[in-house]
């Protein structure tokens, strides 16, 4: 089933783990173990239950967004993440506010809980794969 994603921000999906020594800044390398996204750039989304999102940010990339319970989140068809503290990214950690017209007039709070590795979004059931 397609899905409709309708997003407040951009997906910048950043490099994986840097080895010691790579040359890369300070800053390069906290991002790198930080992952983050820009949600208006959300590809795809999957809600297996109320609480609990995957979203598809790029070909390889997923994210998994903690939800305490988002009213009817498995039936939503098109979702709006929203950063808090007016940055423009979702990183690993990060809280956001969610929109739906399923979920109600209210956003739920949701947090960035972690980005997926291969063989995690590999792992999980396809109906449950954005």
Known sequence: ???LVLVSSAVLALAAC????????????RAAANPCFRPNLVRN???PNEQTLYVR?????VFQID??????????VSIALEPLG??????????ARLRSPTTGPEP?????????????IAALPSRDRP
Not at 57 to 61: G, L, Q, R
């Open 1 to 3: 089933m397609l899905r």
């Open 18 to 29: 840097a080895p010691a020594g790579s040359g890369l800044s300070p800053s390069a390398t």
């Open 45 to 47: 989304f999957t809600a």
């Open 57 to 61: 940010t790029s070909a390889t990339e």
């Open 67 to 76: 939800a305490t319970v988002c009213r009817d989140l498995p039936q939503a």
């Open 86 to 95: 007016g940055t423009s990214r979702l990183c690993v950690g990060d809280q």
């Open 108 to 120: 739920c709070r949701v947090r960035v809980l972690r980005q997926l590795t291969t063989d995690q």
